[in-house]
């Protein structure tokens, strides 16, 4: 019976990606939600899916067999990025059971490393890292090692590399988390009676009973991973799947190129639930029954209400030193930023020509950055100043995403998790965990590159129709994920000792997931806000 799922599960997550590589059919020609162009080119997708003569990649204009076109491409991707996500892994274990042991001064030493590494996009640490390798050759004239793909020559060190720091940052902060929570349990105050030592304790108890969370914690780091694959592939100039993707844009194409990036996630995911987490659903269902009654709450100064207590907890981040100076580099660049637009005449300076002293040409647009500061563009606008301006935008509409993206998930996530029946639950866990393992960046290519892309006879939509759809999409793709990552957090606090207490004295249920699963849940939201939000800053670089 299992199996039968696994395969009909599978079959669901193959027919989403049919349902999505068609999504440009939605616009064409100037159209904007075409249903009808969208059912002809879906009906034309399963005809050529039903003939094997139709599976081609065009190549430079020439038809070639998809597979035998696409296989060397897929190798090579693959092979970077399991690489990137193994040594991320590996290294966020290793740091995190390695800080349990540190003295306080080192473990402050080491989370500012990583709180400055999680800041940083992988598309300005890739960049980054190969300014340093061109910066170290020009002064040793020494090549350290390849830093982009040139002719047949393959590079491998630096992808892996840029690839392995978010997930492993992201995933050292959420391992680190959970041992901690793990470390006030009644088990482990037990244990420590009994005088195991610190890693006895560590690496066979605690260990054991935070992997089934990590496990679901790692499938949306590894979707934020794969996400960063088509941005990565474009600064080494790599010639991966995400490079054939770009080159032939047909649905049949798209439907492959998802399918075979899709297949090993769901078959590693799917097959892990499937043989390791064989939890009894009966008793899983009755642990983390709500009571059937909601209670009241309080929004009074005493009464602990919910104002007070999110005041506390937007309080208690502004006392970190990290948060607060993060928190003061992105109010001042928003600021800045407003502060330009609404002064500066002109909005981006020009530069066509540039004399010396003695009135002798000097440099021609586009200027380098030895001319003007940052360089420009090829009319001889200041990017500068065109960074400055856009800095507000792209700020805002990133942490506008990644809030929604939250609080909609957060809030779908308790009727879901709560009051779902268990076999809706399952089904819809299924269908969702399929888009764990689709790049979020090719997806969103696909459906708003006919919408943002300006076709010859200009725009049939405004500008704001623009703005909103793209907000809506960029939400509405990440949603199912956050959702059931939370629902999965909830169903694993709901096991603990102090809950079943709180459901045995009457607790209500707005009581017991304000007070009890909220202050565990608070630490985790910050991490995934920051994944979320760093991952909506890649989507304007496609």
């Known amino acids: 019976m299992r199996i039968v799922k696994f395969i009909g599960y599978y079959m669901l997550g193959i027919l989403g990606i049919l349902l999505i590589s068609t999504s440009p059919a939605l616009f064409r020609q100037g159209a904007f939600l075409n249903v009808g162009n969208y059912i002809q080119e879906l009906k034309l997708l399963l005809i050529k899916i039903g003939n094997p003569e139709e599976w081609t990649y065009l190549f430079k204009g020439n038809p070639e067999p998809i597979f035998e076109h696409l296989w060397e491409p897929y190798q090579y991707s693959m092979t970077v990025f399991f690489g990137g996500i193994i040594l991320g892994f590996v290294l966020a274990f290793i740091a995190a059971f390695a800080t349990v042991f540190f003295p306080k001064w080192m473990r402050s030493i080491v989370d500012r490393l990583l709180g400055i590494l999680e800041s940083i ?12 390798i061109v910066w170290f050759y020009r002064q040793t004239e020494t090549l350290l090692m390849p830093f982009a793909t040139v ?12 690839i392995a720091v978010l997930p492993m940052v992201t995933m050292y902060k959420v391992i680190l988390a959970l041992i901690e929570e793990e470390w006030t349990e009644s088990y482990v105050q037990m244990a420590r009676g009994k005088g195991l030592e610190k890693a006895i304790i560590l690496f066979v108890h605690i260990l054991r009973n935070i992997f089934k969370s990590a496990f679901y914690h790692s499938k949306i780091i590894v979707w934020g991973a ?52 064989k939890d009894e659903r009966a008793v899983e269902e009755a642990d983390i029954r709500m009571n059937s009654f909601i209670g009241s709450f309080s929004w009074k100064k ?15 981040h502004f006392k970190n030193v990290k948060f607060l100076i993060g928190f003061i580099v992105i109010t001042g660049a928003v600021v800045i930023s407003l502060i330009y637009t609404m002064t500066a005449d002109p909005l981006i300076d020009q530069y066509r020509l540039i004399y010396d002293d003695n009135g002798e040409l000097v440099s021609a647009s586009p ?3 030895e001319y003007v500061f940052l360089g420009t563009d090829q009319l001889g606008f200041s990017v500068f100043d065109q ?38 639950q399952r ?22 590159r006919p919408v943002l892309w300006m076709p010859p006879e200009g725009f049939s939509t405004t500008e704001t129709e623009r703005v909103v759809y793209q907000g809506i999409i960029l939400t509405i793709l990440a949603v199912p994920l956050v959702m059931t990552l939370f629902g999965n957090e909830m169903k694993l606090i709901m096991k603990e000792e102090f809950v079943t207490s709180t459901k045995v004295l009457g607790g209500s249920s707005v009581h017991l997931l304000w007070k009890h699963l909220m202050p ?23």
């Open 121 to 132: 996009p992988d598309l300005l640490l890739a960049f980054s890292l190969q300014l340093f």
């Open 151 to 162: 002719g047949q020559e393959k590079v491998y060190a630096l992808p892996i590399l840029a």
């Open 226 to 277: 794969l996400s960063s694959l088509l941005i990565i592939e474009y600064i080494f100039n790599m010639n991966g799947i995400t490079t054939a993707f770009l080159n032939d844009f047909r649905p049949i194409t798209s439907s492959f190129i998802l399918l075979m990036l899709f297949t090993p996630f769901y078959i590693i995911y799917q097959g892990a639930e499937l043989l390791i987490f």
């Open 302 to 316: 005493g009464g602990g209400g919910w104002g007070r207590y999110a005041l506390g907890e937007i309080g208690a």
């Open 367 to 369: 200027h380098t950055p």
């Open 387 to 424: 960074l400055l301006i856009g800095a507000k935008y792209t700020i805002l509409f990133g942490l506008a995403i990644a809030f929604l993206r939250m609080a909609i998930g957060f809030i779908l996530a308790v009727p879901y998790t709560f009051f779902l029946p268990g076999k809706v």
């Open 427 to 448: 089904t819809f866990e299924k269908l969702v965990d399929g888009m764990h393992f689709l790049p979020m960046t090719i997806i969103a290519f696909l459906l708003l």
């Open 520 to 542: 565990h849940l608070s630490a985790r939201m910050g991490i995934i806000f920051g994944q979320q939000f760093i991952q909506t800053l890649l989507i304007p670089f496609i």
